[in-house]
């Protein structure tokens, strides 16, 4: 994998909020209802009995511009999407911070040729919820309604090869849950740009 830039990737790194929920695998994944960047609304309640990813986006993010355009999240939506398997971005990031608007939304969308739902969080309070510190974060939400996995999206922060093997995380966890089986890394440490929070 390409290295992206380390000052790039440093000047868009924050310490998280003292505000932010501790989500933990097996609990009940929090509601939301949010507006998406095509007019409508969507809810976690409306995919009750699938499996639902959720990533942290902001397209200003120099971690999400490299996973979209030449990295993992190319087609990871696209391929995993299914009649059982939901994918919904959600951006977090308040009114004048770095990626937020719905202009710059639908422009990335369609550049990364995004089809899943992309949600705006203008307050902040999903995020919140969620305790998403970075974009990318990841959750995937089981058919039951609660947090399967949550973390990073894979272990290869920067665009970096992590050395010892690549992990896809989210993909993991959705193999095993297809299997019927135990998520064998539940949690993992999130890395990427701050989510831009208002205060």
Sequence with gaps: ????????????????????????????APAFSLPAIDGSTVSLADFAGKTVVLEWFNPGCPYVVHAHGEGALTDQARRVVSEDTVWLAINSGASGKQGHGLQANQTAAAEWN??????????GDTGRAY??????????VDASGNVA?????????????????????????????????????????????SVKYGS
């Design 1 to 28: 994998m390409r290295v992206l830039g380390l000052l790039a990737f440093t000047a868009c790194s924050a310490g998280a909020s003292t505000e932010l929920a501790d989500l933990a695998p097996g609990q009940a």
């Design 114 to 123: 995004m089809t899943h739902p992309v949600l705006l969080d203008e307050t």
């Design 149 to 193: 996995y949550v973390g990073a999206l894979d272990n290869a922060p920067n665009g970096t090869d992590p050395g010892d093997g690549y992990t896809n995380y989210v993909d993991q966890a959705l193999t095993d849950l297809g299997a019927g089986q135990e998520v064998r890394t539940a949690r993992t440490r999130s890395y990427g740009c």
């Design 131 to 140: 305790g998403a510190r970075t974009t990318p974060a990841m959750v995937v």
